[in-house]
T-cell receptor
């Protein structure tokens, strides 16, 4: 089962920041937080990941709380093309076996509206 | 650089027939994963190759599914015989060698399998 909890859906106005929350209260010290999204029925698309520091790339920013029990994915200027299901996943990085596999939950369906 | 590719994009077969799905990972990626989403369910892990070896096949649903990765390059997933409940979208993902630091999985577009 997924170790994360996300709201099932969110709306965001085009051009505004989209802030997607994720709870992972049972996260272990060696587990990273990963975010993926799935647009329509395409393959999941990697967005960003982090361990405990905030991270930013060309797609998004990831804010992880100090106790690491929750995080927020921020899309700074959402566009209609950002409408998708967003998945927050915790996983061990750099280990073999089943620990490194991605466990998808239901995610958050983000709808960006004009 | 080409991403993960999968073939075919769609397949419609009759119950009892055989289907083979193919995945070509990103060049140089040692790790190859298969996942699937069946109707109304979450995406689920099937198995993981490191080069040509099966690292973890705990997600394979039953012995009607056979995955291979000869030579450590592309992989095939064969379903024989196909059942109605096998319908869904099959995704392949690949990642670099974990020790080298590139452990992020990149997904292909998926193969939509419909069993009638």
């Amino acid at each position: 089962d997924a170790k994360t909890t996300q709201p099932p859906s969110m709306d965001c106005a085009e051009g505004r920041a989209a802030n997607l929350p994720c709870n992972h209260s049972t996260i272990s010290g060696n587990e990273y937080v990963y975010w993926y999204r799935q647009i329509h029925s395409q393959g999941p698309q990697y967005i960003i990941h982090g361990l405990k520091n905030n991270e930013t790339n060309e797609m998004a920013s990831l804010i992880i709380t100090e106790d690491r029990k929750s995080s927020t994915l921020i899309l700074p200027h959402a566009t209609l093309r950002d409408t998708a299901v967003y998945y927050c996943i915790v996983r061990v990085w750099g280990y073999g076996g089943s620990q490194g596999n991605l466990i998808f939950g239901k995610g958050t369906k983000l709808s960006v509206k004009p | 650089e080409a991403g993960v590719t999968q073939f075919p994009s769609h397949s419609v077969i009759e119950k009892g027939q055989t289907v083979t799905l193919r995945c070509d990972p990103i060049s140089g990626h040692d790790n190859l994963y298969w996942y699937r989403r069946v109707m109304g369910k979450e995406i689920k892990f099937l198995l993981h190759f490191v080069k040509e070896s099966k690292q973890d096949e705990s997600g394979m649903p039953n012995n009607r599914f056979l995955a291979e990765r000869t030579g450590g390059t592309y992989s095939t997933l064969k379903v024989q015989p196909a059942e109605l409940e096998d319908s869904g979208v099959y995704f392949c993902a690949s990642s670099q060698d974990r020790l080298a630091g590139g452990d992020t999985q990149y997904f292909g577009p998926g193969t939509r399998l419909t069993v009638l």
